[in-house]
Each structure stands twice: as structure tokens, then as C-alpha cells.
């Protein structure tokens, strides 16, 4: 477009009046919107505010908080260092040792020797927990995370096992029973899409 072009209108800045030079129009309003919130505050309406720590926060019920480990009803850790939880996470924040379950756990071969997570790498996704096969690993409620240090930060398989224990009452595991094994299908169909004989 050129500068000469006849179809290009010319913008001409408005000009201010003295008050609102110093902008007193919105220095005004804002008082208003200020005292209107305090108003209604001090009736009791409107207030959006807790007096923390007295008062706790609840977050809603799909809030993504500190990580725990679960336990299975022999006070096992519920992870069988598949790895898929490790893989899934975006944020490589968390890294597991397995190593061979004992002879007396029949029902896995692998299980979770050392489990570290860095809860300051971490993005609270939840990819960890959809990825885990056994539900193992929840993302809890917690919300008030704190450390004085960055090594305070890094949970490892114990502290994650706390965590546990401190939040099952309130929130209890959402599958206390393994997901049911797929198990075979009434009628098999054959790849012509014809329905094959019965097991």
C-alpha cells in the first residue's frame, strides 16, 4: 500500500480534555471497583478469600497434587517395575531400579527396588498414572508442597509410601482390585468374518 493511495484514511488521535490528561476518569473508577469489593466483603458477600492455614483449601476432585505409591492389601508396593510409567512421562522425571521379586510374591516377577521421583521436574500430567497397569502410582490431592531444598524435593520409594499412608483415608485408592484379565472371547471369527467353532 502506498502512502498516497486515496483509499487509506487517516487516523486523527482524539484530543484530551485537561482531567483526562492525568487520567482521573479511571482513577476514579477503579477507586469505585475497589470499594464496592471491600463493601461487599465486610457484609460477608463475595468474599473469595480463606484465611489459610486455618482455614484448608479443598481443591476439586480432579486435582493433580504430590505423587504416592500405593500398597496392596499385604502392605506390598503395588509396582512391578514394568517401566511404563517412566517412559510415558514427559518431563522424565521419574527413575526406577527393578529388580527381581521374591519367591514368596507369586503374583509378579519384578518389583520396584528404588522409585525417585523429582517433584520439581515434574508437570503433574498424570501420564504416570495412565500409563500404569496396576495403578500403582495416583496423583493426590496435596497440594502444599514445600522443601527447603532441592534434595527435599526428590522423593524416593519411601517417602512416596508415606505419602500413601497419609492420604488413604481421605482418599482411597481408586481400584483396590487389579483390572479384571481379558479373558477369552465367547466366539471367535474366523478372518473370513465367519463365526469359527466354539472353545
Not at 482531567?19 to 460477608?44: C, D, M, N, R, W
Not at 523429582?118 to 501420564?127: F, P
Not at 531444598?149 to 488413604?168: A, P
Request: charged share 25%; glycine share 8%; aromatic share 6%.
Amino acid at each position: 500500500m502506498r502512502p498516497d493511495d486515496p483509499s487509506l484514511k487517516r487516523m486523527i488521535p482524539p484530543t484530551l480534555k485537561l482531567h483526562e490528561k492525568f487520567y482521573l476518569p479511571q482513577i476514579v473508577g477503579g477507586l469505585l471497583v475497589t470499594g464496592k469489593h471491600i463493601l461487599s466483603a465486610s457484609l460477608g458477600k463475595g468474599a473469595i478469600t480463606v484465611s489459610y492455614p486455618e482455614d484448608q483449601h479443598v481443591p476439586s476432585a480432579n486435582y493433580r497434587g504430590v505423587h504416592r505409591l500405593n500398597k496392596d492389601e499385604q502392605g506390598r508396593v503395588k509396582c512391578v517395575a514394568c517401566m511404563l510409567c517412566a517412559t510415558a512421562c514427559p518431563a522424565h522425571c521419574i527413575d526406577i531400579v527393578g529388580a527381581t521379586a521374591p519367591e514368596s510374591w507369586s503374583d509378579r516377577e519384578k518389583y520396584c527396588e528404588s522409585f525417585v521421583i523429582d517433584e520439581l521436574r515434574c508437570i503433574y500430567c498424570g501420564m504416570c498414572e495412565e500409563a500404569c497397569p496396576v495403578e500403582a502410582i495416583e496423583l493426590t490431592g496435596l497440594y502444599d508442597l514445600t522443601g527447603l531444598s532441592r534434595e527435599q524435593m526428590i522423593f524416593d520409594k519411601t517417602k512416596l509410601l508415606s505419602v500413601f499412608d497419609l492420604t488413604r483415608d481421605a482418599e482411597p485408592m481408586r481400584y483396590t482390585t487389579p483390572p479384571p484379565k481379558a479373558g477369552p472371547r465367547p466366539t471367535e471369527v474366523e478372518p473370513s468374518g465367519l463365526p469359527g467353532p466354539k472353545a
